[in-house]
């Protein structure tokens, strides 16, 4: 089903009949994702299970994707690797919510309705790092000397002590 992913679904019909999706979604599709990225290419791709699971309607989600985002070092493209998994349970209010195991995440669903869009969403925004950087320093387009320079250069008050210690204002010369 193209564009499946972005339909609202009742996640109580889908855990009842066992139902499985599997999913790839352009990730400039993902409105809350898209502003991170550096660039539009890239997909997430995995399946969402549907199960019915101490009465509740539970979701088996597993996204992998290689998400483009920016470097905050060097800010040059890099790639950020996601294969996640996920138990959600599906609620349709915060009581409902209140009462989830622990051993499932939580997601609020009013009147039991749910893409699985939002759901892949929010799990990659939950497996990006908040500061991306490249792993490697070696892959990362600024250099330790390059670092090392420009934190030498940027002693704004370097010479105040001396001023200061001196009594010696450009006043008084």
Do not use: N, Y
Request: net charge negative.
């Amino acid at each position: 089903m193209p564009d499946g992913w972005s339909r609202s679904l009742d996640a109580g019909q889908l855990a009842d009949r066992r139902t499985d999706i599997d999913f790839s979604i352009p990730l400039a599709q993902l409105a809350r994702l898209a502003p991170q990225l550096a660039g539009g290419a890239g997909h997430a791709k995995g399946r969402a299970a549907f199960v019915r699971e101490q009465g509740l309607a539970v979701v088996d989600l597993a996204v992998e994707a290689a998400v483009p985002l920016t470097c905050q070092r060097c800010l040059a493209p890099m790639v950020w690797p996601v294969a996640s998994r996920a138990r959600i349970a599906i609620v349709a209010d915060a009581d409902a919510a209140e009462r989830v195991a622990p051993e499932f995440e939580t997601v609020l669903a009013p009147g039991g309705r749910i893409t699985v869009g939002e759901l892949v969403e929010e799990e990659l925004l939950l497996a990006l790092p908040i500061v991306p950087m490249h792993a490697d320093r070696a892959d990362c387009g600024v250099s330790a000397a390059g670092e090392r320079a420009a934190e030498e250069t940027q002693k704004p008050f370097a010479g105040l002590a001396a001023l200061l210690k001196g009594g010696a204002g450009p006043d008084e010369e």
